[in-house]
């Protein structure tokens, strides 16, 4: 993986972690669900159309960035993005 496939990963991965951790009073769970699923879905559609080695990089590099993460309630949100964001294939 790239320096930029990191930094947009790291991005992506910020900002659903960020809205999902924002108080309901700051924003609509709604709208927030209106912004988390699509990039949801994209994620899962462009894995979906990968090799396997890519998918499991691309899972790999959300696990690393989510290591590195300082602050632990965001830690534990990222370390459970790639399930929560549907990536893992289900057994």
Do not use: W
């Not at 108080?23 to 090799?51: C, K, M």
């Amino acid at each position: 993986m790239t320096a930029l496939d990191r930094a947009l990963a790291k991005a992506v991965m910020d900002l659903v972690i960020s809205i999902e951790l924002t108080d309901d009073e700051d924003i609509d769970p709604d709208v927030a669900t209106q912004i988390t699923e699509p990039v949801g879905g994209f994620l899962r559609e462009a894995l979906d159309n990968a090799s396997e080695e890519d998918r499991q990089a691309v899972i790999g590099l959300f696990r690393e960035i989510a290591a590195e993460e300082g602050i632990p309630e965001r830690r534990e949100l990222a370390l459970q993005f790639p399930e929560a964001m549907c990536l893992v294939p289900e057994d």
